[in-house]
């Protein structure tokens, strides 16, 4: 059947542009760090003004985090498709405008992820604007807490297992405007260390200092990348001690391990058991606990014909979309744990994350709100086949 390619979508972008900019504007202009609530709340309530209507809302509250916010449109016994998009953010402090940049709009959070909100709200806003949005199911997810792993949001994705015909989350689109098939696994880990105290000019003998162990460990610990990219650890803190001068009896080291394959993620993981059972100086004890996981996105065969739906589309609308693995983590890996055929990175063309240099591609916003609506149209290619 041929890809259907409905041309009042292209025109309902292009009538739209400035209440679309109004609305990117809006939600970058205010903070919504992972720890602020109340930022990350305001742009729930701010979504929730935009979306199109015909939605049920539903708030999943939170003590720490935002709420996460879901709105569902079902059409029984038909299986909706689950749009998801994060509202936490990391921006460097004073950085709060949005700003034109020649062909770019440079801003907090353009790229990770309030570029993406705006092309899902969008895609649904222009299809219900044309009466197109009718027949076609769509549960959308707004988490509070993608930036520190989901730790309260993952099993909102996860629990869609079986309920979901298949998941579109909506990172920012590589340079060469690649959508992501594939992205690692994620764990992080806290090691703690426990030494013994003192007074750095009176002890007699060994000293058991925990920080000393924690230097070994850290080396052991980066020792464990891989040349062939297939681990990446990375030790990111490192906490001890109370004085110059004091033995520390304490120490944490928290670190990471990123992987593609589940079975050389499971091995090094047995790798890190192993060496948190032997420390280095004598008297010292270890602690490991895991503090988030993400799991690996592989994509299956049905994964994968979801891509190529989505560049046949693309390829309809005179746009490249090239598949990309990408080194980081976000909730599209949770959607395919949960065995839902899923594509990531369709926001716009966007880089410089977590700086303040951050920015989007401006005229990619529009084209991919342009390829998401079209690409929901032709969601029954999936259902047929």
């Not at 259907?4 to 209440?19: F, K, M, Q």
């Not at 013994?196 to 924690?214: C, D, F, M, N, R």
């Not at 055929?341 to 991919?368: M, W």
Request: hydrophobic fraction near 40%.
């Amino acid at each position: 059947m041929p890809i259907i390619i409905d041309n009042r979508i292209a025109h309902a972008v292009l009538a739209n542009r400035t209440r679309i900019l109004e609305f990117l504007k809006a939600i970058v202009e205010h903070s919504s760090a992972s720890v602020d609530k109340a930022g990350v709340d305001w742009i729930g309530e701010r979504i929730t003004r935009e979306m199109p209507r015909g939605f049920t809302r539903d708030v999943v509250r939170q003590d720490i985090y935002g709420n996460h916010l879901i709105f569902s449109r079902l059409r029984p016994p038909r299986l909706p498709v689950v749009l998801g998009g994060h509202m936490d953010t990391i921006c460097p402090p004073g950085f709060e405008q949005l700003t034109p940049d020649g062909d770019r709009l440079r801003g907090p959070a353009t790229a990770d992820m309030k570029g993406g909100l705006v092309v899902l709200i969008w895609a649904l806003k222009v299809l219900e604007q044309e009466g197109l949005l009718e027949n076609i199911p769509v549960v959308c997810i707004f988490n509070s807490d993608e930036e520190i792993n989901s730790p309260t949001s993952s099993d909102l994705f996860a629990g869609m297992r079986g309920k979901a015909s298949a998941g579109i989350i909506f990172e920012c689109a590589g340079l060469n405007n690649s959508a992501v098939t594939t992205r690692r696994g994620i764990l992080v880990y806290d090691l703690a260390i426990k030494g013994q105290p003192g007074h750095a000019g009176l002890y007699q003998g060994a000293k058991v200092s925990a920080i000393k162990e924690a230097a070994n460990k850290v080396m052991a610990i980066e020792s464990l990348n891989r040349p062939d990219g297939s681990v990446r650890a990375h030790v990111g803190m490192i906490n001890g001690g109370i004085a110059y001068n004091a033995i520390p009896e304490d120490a944490t080291v928290t670190f990471e391990l990123r992987y593609w394959d589940p079975a050389v993620g499971e091995k090094v993981m047995n790798e890190v058991q192993q060496m948190v059972t032997q420390p280095s100086v004598p008297g010292c004890s270890l602690t490991l606990k895991r503090r988030t996981f993400r799991p690996p996105m592989r994509p299956d065969a049905n994964a994968k014909k979801l891509f190529r739906l989505a560049q046949d589309v693309a390829a309809s609308l005179g746009q490249s979309l090239p598949p990309e693995e990408r080194g980081g983590g976000s909730d599209a890996s949770w959607l395919a744990y949960a065995g839902i055929q899923s594509i990531d990175g369709l926001g716009p063309i966007g880089a410089n994350d977590f700086t303040d240099q951050e920015y989007i591609v401006t005229e990619s916003l529009f084209q991919r709100i342009v390829l998401t609506a079209n690409l929901l149209l032709n969601l029954d290619y999936l259902r047929e086949s």
